[in-house]
Protein backbone atom coordinates (compact mmCIF):
# COMPACT_ATOMS: atom_id res chain seq x y z
CA UNK A 1 0.00 0.00 0.00
CA UNK A 2 1.29 3.76 -0.79
CA UNK A 3 0.02 6.34 1.42
CA UNK A 4 0.08 9.88 -0.43
CA UNK A 5 0.32 12.49 2.31
CA UNK A 6 -3.11 14.54 2.17
CA UNK A 7 -4.64 15.72 4.98
CA UNK A 8 -8.08 17.46 5.92
CA UNK A 9 -6.86 21.07 5.17
CA UNK A 10 -5.95 19.90 1.54
CA UNK A 11 -9.60 19.52 0.29
CA UNK A 12 -9.63 23.09 0.63
CA UNK A 13 -7.54 22.62 -2.59
CA UNK A 14 -8.72 19.90 -4.22
CA UNK A 15 -10.65 20.48 -7.93
CA UNK A 16 -11.65 18.09 -10.82
CA UNK A 17 -11.03 18.94 -14.45
CA UNK A 18 -11.03 16.17 -17.75
CA UNK A 19 -7.61 15.93 -19.99
CA UNK A 20 -7.84 14.96 -23.37
CA UNK A 21 -3.96 13.96 -22.53
CA UNK A 22 -4.98 11.64 -19.84
CA UNK A 23 -7.42 10.23 -21.76
CA UNK A 24 -4.88 9.24 -24.74
CA UNK A 25 -1.87 8.01 -22.61
CA UNK A 26 -4.46 5.82 -20.40
CA UNK A 27 -5.83 4.62 -23.68
CA UNK A 28 -2.21 3.36 -24.91
CA UNK A 29 -1.86 1.65 -21.14
CA UNK A 30 -5.18 -0.22 -22.17
CA UNK A 31 -3.64 -1.10 -25.12
CA UNK A 32 -0.02 -2.25 -23.32
CA UNK A 33 -2.66 -4.46 -20.93
CA UNK A 34 -3.55 -6.63 -23.56
CA UNK A 35 -7.86 -7.34 -23.99
CA UNK A 36 -10.45 -6.42 -21.58
CA UNK A 37 -13.46 -6.93 -20.94
CA UNK A 38 -14.47 -3.28 -20.21
CA UNK A 39 -13.17 -2.13 -23.87
CA UNK A 40 -14.58 -2.79 -27.19
CA UNK A 41 -12.49 -5.55 -29.43
CA UNK A 42 -13.36 -3.30 -32.40
CA UNK A 43 -11.49 -0.46 -30.82
CA UNK A 44 -8.66 -2.02 -29.84
CA UNK A 45 -8.55 -3.85 -33.22
CA UNK A 46 -8.62 -0.29 -35.42
CA UNK A 47 -6.19 1.72 -33.07
CA UNK A 48 -3.14 -1.31 -32.57
CA UNK A 49 -3.48 -1.91 -37.10
CA UNK A 50 -2.64 2.34 -37.15
CA UNK A 51 -0.22 1.77 -34.39
CA UNK A 52 2.80 1.31 -37.18
CA UNK A 53 2.59 4.72 -38.53
CA UNK A 54 3.37 6.54 -35.67
CA UNK A 55 6.90 5.07 -35.07
CA UNK A 56 7.89 7.99 -32.41
CA UNK A 57 4.84 7.52 -30.00
CA UNK A 58 5.25 3.70 -30.41
CA UNK A 59 8.63 4.49 -28.73
CA UNK A 60 7.72 6.31 -26.32
CA UNK A 61 4.93 5.11 -25.23
CA UNK A 62 5.38 1.38 -25.60
CA UNK A 63 8.94 1.01 -23.97
CA UNK A 64 10.05 -2.10 -22.49
CA UNK A 65 9.63 -0.36 -18.83
CA UNK A 66 6.44 0.35 -19.46
CA UNK A 67 6.78 3.94 -18.84
CA UNK A 68 5.38 7.26 -19.61
CA UNK A 69 6.93 10.35 -19.41
CA UNK A 70 5.32 13.21 -17.22
CA UNK A 71 5.63 15.89 -19.60
CA UNK A 72 2.76 14.68 -21.43
CA UNK A 73 0.34 14.62 -18.82
CA UNK A 74 0.72 18.00 -17.83
CA UNK A 75 -2.33 18.91 -14.90
CA UNK A 76 -5.27 20.83 -16.26
CA UNK A 77 -4.77 24.82 -15.29
CA UNK A 78 -8.59 24.89 -16.53
CA UNK A 79 -11.58 22.06 -15.91
CA UNK A 80 -11.93 21.48 -19.29
CA UNK A 81 -9.38 21.81 -21.91
CA UNK A 82 -8.86 21.31 -25.37
CA UNK A 83 -6.37 18.82 -26.90
CA UNK A 84 -4.46 22.05 -29.01
CA UNK A 85 -4.00 23.87 -25.07
CA UNK A 86 -2.61 20.34 -23.37
CA UNK A 87 0.04 20.16 -26.50
CA UNK A 88 1.18 23.67 -26.42
CA UNK A 89 2.15 22.99 -22.74
CA UNK A 90 4.20 19.80 -24.11
CA UNK A 91 5.90 22.04 -26.76
CA UNK A 92 6.78 24.49 -23.96
CA UNK A 93 8.60 21.52 -21.93
CA UNK A 94 12.25 21.79 -21.37
CA UNK A 95 14.32 20.22 -24.03
CA UNK A 96 16.40 18.66 -21.23
CA UNK A 97 13.58 17.48 -19.56
CA UNK A 98 11.87 15.73 -22.27
CA UNK A 99 15.12 13.85 -23.11
CA UNK A 100 15.43 12.32 -19.70
CA UNK A 101 11.73 10.97 -19.36
CA UNK A 102 11.76 9.66 -22.42
CA UNK A 103 15.42 7.80 -22.35
CA UNK A 104 13.79 6.54 -18.72
CA UNK A 105 11.47 4.40 -21.02
CA UNK A 106 14.56 2.19 -22.61
CA UNK A 107 17.77 0.65 -21.07
CA UNK A 108 21.48 1.12 -22.82
CA UNK A 109 19.73 0.19 -26.11
CA UNK A 110 17.09 2.48 -27.51
CA UNK A 111 15.97 2.93 -31.46
CA UNK A 112 16.50 5.89 -33.31
CA UNK A 113 13.54 7.48 -32.25
CA UNK A 114 14.41 7.79 -28.43
CA UNK A 115 17.78 8.68 -29.22
CA UNK A 116 16.58 11.18 -31.72
CA UNK A 117 15.61 13.40 -27.89
CA UNK A 118 18.89 13.18 -27.22
CA UNK A 119 20.66 14.65 -30.19
CA UNK A 120 17.34 16.49 -31.54
CA UNK A 121 15.13 17.23 -28.51
CA UNK A 122 12.70 19.80 -30.30
CA UNK A 123 12.53 18.20 -33.84
CA UNK A 124 11.77 14.84 -31.93
CA UNK A 125 9.10 16.54 -29.74
CA UNK A 126 7.65 18.10 -33.05
CA UNK A 127 7.20 14.67 -34.65
CA UNK A 128 6.07 13.02 -31.31
CA UNK A 129 3.10 15.72 -31.10
CA UNK A 130 2.06 15.03 -34.69
CA UNK A 131 1.69 11.75 -34.34
CA UNK A 132 -0.44 12.00 -30.49
CA UNK A 133 -2.57 14.36 -33.09
CA UNK A 134 -2.67 11.93 -35.52
CA UNK A 135 -3.37 9.12 -32.56
CA UNK A 136 -5.82 11.48 -30.98
CA UNK A 137 -8.46 11.36 -34.04
CA UNK A 138 -8.22 7.31 -34.06
CA UNK A 139 -8.51 6.46 -30.70
CA UNK A 140 -9.77 9.20 -28.93
CA UNK A 141 -11.83 11.58 -31.33
CA UNK A 142 -14.88 8.28 -31.86
CA UNK A 143 -15.15 8.42 -28.11
CA UNK A 144 -14.77 12.16 -27.30
CA UNK A 145 -18.23 13.01 -26.52
CA UNK A 146 -18.94 10.01 -24.06
CA UNK A 147 -15.88 9.91 -22.28
CA UNK A 148 -16.80 13.87 -21.99
CA UNK A 149 -20.32 13.21 -20.63
CA UNK A 150 -19.36 10.38 -18.47
CA UNK A 151 -16.72 12.73 -16.99
CA UNK A 152 -18.98 15.49 -16.47
CA UNK A 153 -21.62 13.62 -15.08
CA UNK A 154 -19.00 12.50 -12.31
CA UNK A 155 -17.94 15.40 -11.41
CA UNK A 156 -21.16 16.86 -10.64
CA UNK A 157 -22.36 14.05 -8.50
CA UNK A 158 -19.62 14.20 -6.66
CA UNK A 159 -19.71 18.20 -5.89
CA UNK A 160 -23.22 17.63 -5.43
CA UNK A 161 -22.54 15.53 -3.00
CA UNK A 162 -20.21 17.45 -1.34
CA UNK A 163 -22.34 19.97 -0.96
CA UNK A 164 -25.20 17.48 0.49
CA UNK A 165 -23.38 15.69 2.76
CA UNK A 166 -19.42 17.00 3.36
CA UNK A 167 -16.26 17.86 1.76
CA UNK A 168 -15.15 14.31 2.33
CA UNK A 169 -17.78 12.59 -0.06
CA UNK A 170 -15.53 13.93 -3.00
CA UNK A 171 -13.46 11.29 -1.71
CA UNK A 172 -15.65 8.30 -0.91
CA UNK A 173 -16.03 5.63 -2.89
CA UNK A 174 -13.98 7.12 -5.17
CA UNK A 175 -12.48 3.44 -6.32
CA UNK A 176 -11.92 0.26 -4.73
CA UNK A 177 -8.11 0.87 -4.66
CA UNK A 178 -8.51 4.27 -3.46
CA UNK A 179 -9.03 5.00 0.60
CA UNK A 180 -8.27 8.06 2.51
CA UNK A 181 -8.09 7.76 6.45
CA UNK A 182 -8.04 11.85 6.69
CA UNK A 183 -4.13 12.39 6.73
CA UNK A 184 -3.36 10.47 3.73
CA UNK A 185 -4.92 8.86 0.66
CA UNK A 186 -4.29 5.61 0.13
CA UNK A 187 -3.17 3.65 -2.71
CA UNK A 188 -3.91 -0.09 -1.75
CA UNK A 189 -1.41 -1.50 -4.69
CA UNK A 190 -0.48 -5.42 -3.32
CA UNK A 191 3.24 -5.21 -4.64
CA UNK A 192 4.00 -2.24 -3.43
CA UNK A 193 4.98 -0.11 0.04
CA UNK A 194 5.80 3.42 0.19
CA UNK A 195 5.55 7.31 1.66
CA UNK A 196 4.73 10.13 -0.56
CA UNK A 197 5.04 13.62 0.63
CA UNK A 198 2.31 15.88 -0.29
CA UNK A 199 5.27 18.78 -0.83
CA UNK A 200 2.49 21.61 -0.80
CA UNK A 201 0.96 20.61 -4.23
CA UNK A 202 -2.87 20.84 -4.83
CA UNK A 203 -4.75 17.57 -6.16
CA UNK A 204 -6.58 17.43 -8.88
CA UNK A 205 -8.95 14.82 -10.07
CA UNK A 206 -9.17 13.30 -13.39
CA UNK A 207 -11.85 10.77 -13.68
CA UNK A 208 -10.31 9.05 -17.34
CA UNK A 209 -12.52 6.56 -18.81
CA UNK A 210 -9.74 4.61 -20.66
CA UNK A 211 -8.11 4.34 -16.60
CA UNK A 212 -10.50 1.56 -16.57
CA UNK A 213 -10.01 -1.03 -13.26
CA UNK A 214 -6.83 1.24 -12.44
CA UNK A 215 -5.81 4.55 -10.25
CA UNK A 216 -3.02 6.33 -11.78
CA UNK A 217 -1.26 9.13 -9.51
CA UNK A 218 1.31 12.01 -10.93
CA UNK A 219 3.49 13.16 -8.71
CA UNK A 220 5.88 14.85 -9.99
CA UNK A 221 4.83 17.26 -12.52
CA UNK A 222 5.93 21.02 -11.96
CA UNK A 223 2.19 22.15 -12.82
CA UNK A 224 0.75 19.96 -9.77
CA UNK A 225 -0.24 16.46 -8.87
CA UNK A 226 -2.71 14.56 -9.85
CA UNK A 227 -5.00 11.19 -9.37
CA UNK A 228 -6.76 9.52 -12.79
CA UNK A 229 -9.65 6.97 -12.07
CA UNK A 230 -12.21 5.75 -13.78
CA UNK A 231 -15.82 7.76 -13.75
CA UNK A 232 -18.92 5.63 -12.71
CA UNK A 233 -20.13 3.83 -15.55
CA UNK A 234 -17.19 4.10 -18.10
CA UNK A 235 -17.77 0.45 -19.39
CA UNK A 236 -20.54 2.10 -20.90
CA UNK A 237 -18.53 3.96 -22.92
CA UNK A 238 -18.45 1.13 -25.22
CA UNK A 239 -21.87 0.34 -25.68
CA UNK A 240 -23.29 3.81 -26.33
CA UNK A 241 -23.94 2.69 -30.19
CA UNK A 242 -25.29 -0.96 -29.86
CA UNK A 243 -28.70 -1.51 -30.82
CA UNK A 244 -31.47 -2.36 -28.65
CA UNK A 245 -32.85 -5.60 -28.51
CA UNK A 246 -36.12 -7.19 -29.72
CA UNK A 247 -37.47 -7.90 -26.47
CA UNK A 248 -36.27 -4.63 -25.09
CA UNK A 249 -38.04 -2.81 -27.91
CA UNK A 250 -41.24 -5.10 -27.41
CA UNK A 251 -41.50 -4.35 -23.81
CA UNK A 252 -40.81 -0.05 -23.72
CA UNK A 253 -41.37 0.84 -27.73
CA UNK A 254 -38.59 1.12 -29.70
CA UNK A 255 -38.32 4.58 -29.56
CA UNK A 256 -38.46 4.76 -25.88
CA UNK A 257 -35.80 1.12 -26.48
CA UNK A 258 -32.82 3.33 -28.74
CA UNK A 259 -33.48 6.12 -25.87
CA UNK A 260 -32.44 4.00 -23.06
CA UNK A 261 -29.85 2.11 -25.03
CA UNK A 262 -28.19 5.40 -26.17
CA UNK A 263 -27.97 6.28 -21.79
CA UNK A 264 -25.29 3.79 -21.75
CA UNK A 265 -23.24 7.01 -21.35
CA UNK A 266 -24.61 10.72 -20.23
CA UNK A 267 -26.69 12.79 -22.34
CA UNK A 268 -28.89 15.78 -22.90
CA UNK A 269 -32.20 15.90 -24.27
CA UNK A 270 -30.76 17.79 -27.32
CA UNK A 271 -27.99 14.94 -27.58
CA UNK A 272 -30.91 12.31 -27.66
CA UNK A 273 -33.32 14.23 -30.13
CA UNK A 274 -29.63 14.60 -32.62
CA UNK A 275 -29.28 10.93 -32.86
CA UNK A 276 -32.29 9.54 -32.83
CA UNK A 277 -33.70 11.98 -35.04
CA UNK A 278 -36.78 13.39 -32.66
CA UNK A 279 -37.85 16.63 -32.04
CA UNK A 280 -36.97 17.78 -28.48
CA UNK A 281 -40.48 17.64 -27.10
CA UNK A 282 -40.59 13.89 -28.55
CA UNK A 283 -36.98 13.03 -26.91
CA UNK A 284 -38.12 15.35 -23.59
CA UNK A 285 -41.20 13.00 -22.89
CA UNK A 286 -39.42 9.82 -23.66
CA UNK A 287 -36.69 10.77 -21.11
CA UNK A 288 -39.36 12.18 -18.35
CA UNK A 289 -41.00 8.57 -18.26
CA UNK A 290 -38.23 6.46 -18.57
CA UNK A 291 -36.70 9.06 -15.12
CA UNK A 292 -40.26 8.24 -13.86
CA UNK A 293 -39.93 4.59 -13.78
CA UNK A 294 -36.35 4.90 -12.66
CA UNK A 295 -34.38 3.44 -15.34
CA UNK A 296 -32.73 7.20 -15.65
CA UNK A 297 -31.87 9.48 -13.11
CA UNK A 298 -30.74 13.10 -14.36
CA UNK A 299 -27.73 15.18 -13.19
CA UNK A 300 -27.16 18.65 -13.67
CA UNK A 301 -23.69 19.75 -15.42
CA UNK A 302 -23.35 23.44 -15.50
CA UNK A 303 -25.98 24.72 -17.66
CA UNK A 304 -26.86 21.11 -19.17
CA UNK A 305 -29.28 18.38 -17.44
CA UNK A 306 -27.60 14.77 -18.42
CA UNK A 307 -29.20 11.51 -18.35
CA UNK A 308 -27.44 8.12 -17.60
CA UNK A 309 -29.24 5.24 -17.13
CA UNK A 310 -29.40 3.82 -13.53
CA UNK A 311 -28.53 0.72 -12.16
CA UNK A 312 -32.23 -1.00 -12.94
CA UNK A 313 -31.91 0.98 -16.44
CA UNK A 314 -28.27 -1.10 -17.06
CA UNK A 315 -29.81 -4.39 -15.69
CA UNK A 316 -32.99 -4.21 -18.02
CA UNK A 317 -30.91 -3.49 -21.32
CA UNK A 318 -28.80 -6.68 -20.02
Do not use: C
Amino acid sequence: MIAWEFGAADLAGLRFAHSPMAELVASVFALRAGPAPWIRPGWRARVSTALGGWPTLRAVLFGPRGYAPDFLTPVPSVARPRLADELAVLAATPADRVAEQVRAGWGAVAPAEVERFVTDPRGALAALITEIRAYHQVAIVPLWPRLRAVADAEIAARVRAAAERSPRALLDGLHPRLDWDGSALLLKYPDKTDEWPGEGQDLTLLPTGFAGPQVYALTGSPTGRSLWYAPRGYGNIWDAEREPDAALSALLGPTRAAVLTLLAAPASTGDIADRLGLAAATASHHLTTLRDTGLVAAERSGRRLLYQRTHLGDQLTG
